[in-house]
């Protein structure tokens, strides 16, 4: 099941990600806190992926980012004179994307920015949500589709270091990953039913700023760097799998805003 969520707003941070997460757990708190504390109390992996887009004729301009009390930075933010943001949400379970609907009924904005936290040029960002709406799935019933990134595809290593689509490694940690995943309870209960083949068509690597509080008081940076494979690519597969892919994301960090993927053919 997908849903796109329209968003009124004036500007935008490119270090939008964790917002968009903090905007998942406001909304979970409101309809179904009970579940919201399942996904977020523990680290287990989300059963959904995101992908923000922005309107055609945002505006690039450099300004200074305060990500907290810590860190401020200057970096890129759009501004918006016209249009929506567009929030788009792939999910396995119903139960995620029916107490998202309602806790977003209720919500009507979000505060995007706090007193001390997420400040564009010292001024706060309040998202408005003005529409959310369903959205057709492709059913997948063969087990060979072609898809196309919405968002990179995050792999990484048992070391936490990035995989790249061109890395003879790839498709073994692409494996690996996903069977780990699958096995999850609240995905599937068990893991592949047969290896994936992957096999890029038009694929590239993207390199995605991103920044979580952890991260923060880990390393004593305010931004990371995540290295990407975006593009068009040719996954094999037991349709079953295949067909959760499609619906949670590949890869790392899908919870993050990471791996969301359309059908193509």
Do not use: C, W
Request: charged content about 30%.
């Amino acid at each position: 099941m997908r849903i796109r969520i329209l968003i009124k707003t004036n500007k935008i941070p490119i270090l939008y990600r964790h917002r968009v997460v903090s905007l998942f757990k406001e909304a979970l708190k409101k309809s179904d806190k009970d579940y919201k504390d399942f996904l977020y109390n523990g680290k287990i992996t989300k059963p959904f992926s995101f992908n923000l887009v922005l309107p055609p004729n945002r505006k690039p301009i450099k300004a200074k980012i305060q990500i907290d009390e810590k860190f401020t930075i200057e970096d890129t933010v759009f501004k918006i004179e016209e249009g929506y943001l567009s929030l788009f949400i792939s999910a396995l379970d119903y139960r995620f994307l029916i107490s998202l609907f309602n806790g977003l009924k209720r919500l009507h904005t979000f505060d995007f920015s706090s007193d001390k936290e997420m400040l564009v040029n010292g001024e706060k960002i309040v998202l408005e949500i003005k529409k959310v709406s369903p959205l057709n799935e492709r059913p997948i019933k063969t087990n060979t589709i072609i898809f196309k990134t919405n968002s990179p595809i995050i792999i990484e290593d048992e070391n936490d270091n990035p995989v790249l689509f061109s890395d003879e490694k790839f498709e073994y940690h692409i494996n690996e990953i996903t069977d780990r995943i699958l096995k999850s309870p609240h995905i599937k209960g068990k893991g592949l039913e047969e290896p994936l083949k992957f096999e890029p068509i038009k694929m590239n690597k993207q390199v995605v700023k991103h920044t979580l509080k952890a991260f923060r008081e880990k390393t004593g940076k305010p931004v990371m760097y995540l290295s990407g494979n975006s593009g068009i690519f040719k996954l094999s597969g037991n349709p079953k799998d295949l067909e959760i892919l499609y619906k949670i994301g590949i890869g790392n960090r899908t919870g993050q805003g990471f791996g969301m993927v359309e059908v193509l053919g």
